[in-house]
């Protein structure tokens, strides 16, 4: 089992930065990939970015790539999320999960089994 706590969000304006923190708890071991999904009011969710947890590389999707990074710690098991540049179109609760099953995609939400209870990033322009 793993746990996951999100914090950091917050209410900004456009071109404002935030970062969301995503600590991490339990079987630590067997998470291949974490991820940062976000769901804006009335949308689907959508794959922020990942990063392999052992290797540390990343993908950050088209939407933010340049304005936001993902990072990680394993020592202190945590997650980032730099968020930069920000549009009122990034609004949206965001989520950290990981995946722990080694035959699934990353780019696959449903790949993800364990979640975050969310972090609310507001935008105004």
């Known amino acids: 089992q793993v746990q996951l706590e999100e914090s950091g969000g917050g209410s900004v304006q456009t071109g404002g930065s935030l970062r969301l923190s995503c600590k991490v708890s339990g079987r630590t071991s067997n998470i291949y990939t974490m991820a940062w999904i976000r769901q804006a009011p009335g949308k689907m969710r959508q794959l922020v970015g990942h990063i392999s947890w052992n290797l540390g590389t990343s993908y950050e999707a088209d939407s933010v790539k340049g304005r936001f990074s993902i990072s990680r710690d394993v020592f202190t098991n945590t997650m980032w999320l730099q968020m930069n540049g920000l549009k009122p179109e990034d609004t949206a609760d965001y989520y950290c999960?990981?995946?722990?099953?080694?035959?699934?995609?990353?780019?696959?939400?449903?790949?993800?089994?364990?979640w975050g209870l969310g972090a609310q990033v507001t935008v105004s322009s």
């Open positions: 999960a990981a995946r722990t099953k080694r035959d699934s995609s990353p780019f696959i939400l449903t790949a993800y089994e364990y």
